[in-house]
């Protein structure tokens, strides 16, 4: 019935409207009214019958009132007067009759039903025809700065999407009856509903739908790899490209902050309980917010002298603008939360002292120790990790000098080694910063690159270049002991192991140097063992991580929970969220039963 | 250099070296502060008493087999520096303390294996040398997996 011409009829799109039997237009134009006009029998008495023209608002006006659930004995062309009942068809929906018009998209004529039920969708194609051109539409791309003004500043690089890509975008969604993007999100975020908000016009509802579960929207619109969570999930995604989910929720982030809807709540029960929480980072702030709306009083320590944590000093202003995180914390003060800076927990004051003030303590101090390969030259000059360089640049402001008093680590050439998000970060900084030629060096394929596909390609369009199956072996240092080359190994993946995964495997004799002024170390991170020290009862795994309750976060010191990457290892701001909340809801109802 | 003459001699040598890696590694585990690695080291021991009972029972049996399957080297620990023991060390450190005893093994059984007198004592260092280069891959996969995460 629909073939590819159906791929232009886009959501909201104006639909020109015909009988099928005379030609003749259903389309009206009233001043700035626009209308379809039909004659209709309802209950053996002929009324007038007007609908919106457009595809996906069902609104519908009579000159007599039509109760939810009737059906209309006929629907007429105003022109010729025939019935438009279709013979063979019923409504895919509710089974109803329904009536058949044309409509023309581009130079095609698309048959189109009308449900003749009251509160069936009135006007509109059946689910199976809606799928169908829904699968049509393509994913919508976010504008975003052209990569050659890009590298010379260190503003955002995607616009984000306007309201109507935002519609055209939201108009993708399927509504599932048993939708699995959910079950993709790590705190549940209601997709469908939101989305459904949005095709409705009420962005500010959506972006309260949203709230409802993730306090960090516009971060985690940014940052989160929805391609491996729910966009991972979304069963448009089967057959087609899945609907931009993360998009959205930063476009009615965007939207409620901009137009300045968010509303303060008002905290009726107050609890005279007090909840400690250590690490301002993405899990801290959700167990904050948590805990301050349920009504308990929360301070929050952080070591460094501005808040957010990795959200702050790890990734670069470029890839998320230090205002939103900014924003972020204050809707969190506003709420009550206090906030403690410079305070590092495990020497200013220790857990135990902690617990003497507080009922619950929270550690959420992500995994902030850098890891280096163990390779000879890694203590030369100029050899860094990634967490020192990008703190140096985002949290210092190194890239402002002299504004600000951190000197800028810069030089022409520059290697970064690792293949995940930080070491984009790296190598996007450092283009940034007037280095000429950035190399990523990375022990595997591409296919294996752990950082998100957006920013591989981000980093690619930027001029970053890639030395894949290669991995350093060593740093040559100047006779002053700066870094002047990395020598290098190619490497090739070896068969599958019991694991399933192909292990880089060293060619012999493939030895290959790069000259560079600046080495950056970005191969993953571990736990920072500052808290350890003065709390050695604190039971951790071999790798140093905190062991907690898998349910209740919970630690082996009671009322100590924690959750993070200083449990897991490096994982998402999501993920650190969603055990933040979990730990919330185990410590409310701990504390509850008190 | 000591001299083998018979199977024994190369089992009950090889044997020795196995519950030498135990006693290393049971005193390491008295010898670090922390519980989590104090629990590794005796894991690595119970692991090297494996290895010592397989050559145990070969030793009763007489029996073994040199497998035609090649065993990866991923020869991380030929480049990665090399490591003290101290009361401190991380698991990262311990792993690069494990795969660089294994990988002297390998080289010692390599080397008798060159010099052995007949084919039989050849083939039984040359097993020898297999057994601890899987010994040492499967610390070498540890260490791509949860060190070099990103890389």
């Known amino acids: ?594 | 250099m000591k001299e083998f003459s018979t199977v024994n001699d190369i089992l009950d040598f090889a044997i020795s070296n196995e519950q030498g890696a135990v006693d290393f590694y049971t005193q390491l585990a008295a010898k670090v502060s922390n519980d989590a690695m104090k629990n590794i080291f005796i894991q690595f021991s119970q692991e090297e008493m494996k290895h010592k009972a397989k050559l145990l029972e070969i030793k009763e049996k007489g029996i073994y087999s040199i497998s035609s399957v090649q065993i990866t080297d991923l020869k991380i620990s030929d480049y990665i520096v090399k490591v003290e023991t101290s009361p401190q060390m991380t698991y990262q450190e311990a792993l690069v303390l494990a795969m660089n005893r294994e990988k002297s093994a390998f080289k010692l059984y390599l080397n008798l294996s060159q010099k052995a007198p007949n084919d039989e004592l050849k083939n039984l260092f040359l097993m020898m040398a297999q057994e601890e280069s899987k010994h040492k891959l499967r610390f070498e996969i540890e260490y791509d997996e949860y060190v070099l995460t990103e890389n």
């Not at chain 1, 009856?177 to 500010?204: A, H, Q, W, Y």
Request: proline share 5%; charged share 25%.
């Open chain 1, 1 to 594: 019935m629909f073939d590819q011409d159906v791929k232009y009829l886009k959501f909201k799109t104006y639909l020109n409207t015909y009988c099928p039997y005379c030609h003749q237009s259903f389309n009206v134009e009233k001043k700035d009214v626009k209308q379809l006009v039909f004659k209709a029998i309802f209950k053996g008495q002929e009324i007038d019958l007007v609908l919106s023209p457009y595809l996906d608002v069902f609104e519908i006006e009579t000159s007599v009132p039509i109760g939810e659930g009737e059906v209309l004995d006929d629907l007429m062309c105003p022109a010729c007067q025939k019935s438009l009942v279709s013979q063979d068809t019923k409504c895919g929906e509710c089974g109803s009759p329904v009536a058949h018009v044309i409509i023309s998209a581009l130079s095609r004529l698309i048959p189109f039903f009308i449900c003749l039920k009251r509160g069936c969708e009135w006007h509109g194609l059946t689910k199976a025809d809606e799928r169908r051109i829904k699968l049509k539409i393509p994913r919508q791309e976010m504008p975003e700065q052209d990569q050659t003004l890009r590298i010379h500043n260190h503003q955002e690089v995607p616009y984000g999407f306007t309201t109507e890509l935002a519609s055209l975008e939201a108009g993708r969604c399927l509504q599932c009856k048993n939708p699995k993007c959910v079950e993709g999100c790590p705190v549940n975020v209601d997709i469908p509903e939101f989305i459904k908000l949005m095709r409705e016009d009420d962005f500010d509802g959506a972006a309260k739908k949203i709230k409802e579960r993730n306090v960090l929207p516009a971060i985690c619109g940014r940052v989160c790899p929805q391609e491996d969570q729910c966009e991972g999930k979304c069963i448009l995604g089967h057959k087609d490209s899945p609907v931009a989910i993360g998009r959205l929720e930063r476009f009615v982030a965007d939207f409620e902050r901009k137009m300045d809807l968010v509303k303060i709540p008002v905290i009726k029960n107050k609890s005279s309980k007090r909840i400690a929480v250590v690490g301002s980072g993405p899990g801290g702030l959700t167990v904050a917010a948590d805990m301050a709306l349920l009504g308990y009083s929360v301070t929050v320590f952080e070591a460094l002298h501005e808040l957010g944590g990795v959200l702050t000093y790890g990734i670069p202003e470029f890839r998320l603008p230090k205002s939103i995180v900014q924003f972020e914390i204050n809707y969190l003060k506003e709420i009550g939360v206090r906030f403690e800076l410079n305070h590092i927990i495990g020497t200013l004051i220790t857990i135990e002292e902690l617990l003497d003030h507080f009922d619950s303590v929270y550690i959420g101090v992500g995994a902030g120790l850098p890891v280096f390969m163990g390779i000879p030259g890694e203590s030369l000059g100029y050899v860094f990790s990634a967490n020192e360089y990008l703190t140096r640049m985002n949290l210092m402001k190194a890239y402002k000098f002299p504004e600000y008093d951190t000197p800028m680590p810069r030089g022409n050439k520059v290697v970064v080694i690792g293949g995940g998000n930080v070491a984009m970060d790296c190598a996007r900084t450092a283009i940034r910063t007037g280095s000429t030629e950035v190399t990523i060096v990375y022990r595997r394929s591409r296919q294996e690159l752990p950082a998100r596909k957006e920013e591989v390609h981000h980093a690619e369009q930027e001029g970053i270049k890639f030395k894949l199956l290669a991995s350093p072996v060593k740093y040559i240092g100047t006779d002053s002991n700066i870094v002047k080359a990395v020598e290098c190994i190619k490497m090739e993946l070896g068969e599958s192991d019991e694991s399933g995964r192909r292990r880089p495997v060293p060619i012999n004799d493939s030895d290959f140097t790069i000259e560079c002024d600046i080495a950056i170390v970005a191969i993953g991170t571990g736990p920072n063992p500052i808290i350890f020290n003065t709390t050695p009862d604190l039971k951790r795994n071999k790798w140093g991580y905190i062991e907690v309750n898998e349910e209740t976060m919970e630690t082996s010191i009671p009322n100590v929970y924690a959750g993070g990457d200083i449990v897991t290892g490096s994982a998402t701001v999501i993920q650190a969220m969603g055990a933040g909340r979990a730990a919330a809801n185990a410590i409310h109802k701990k504390l509850s039963l008190k």
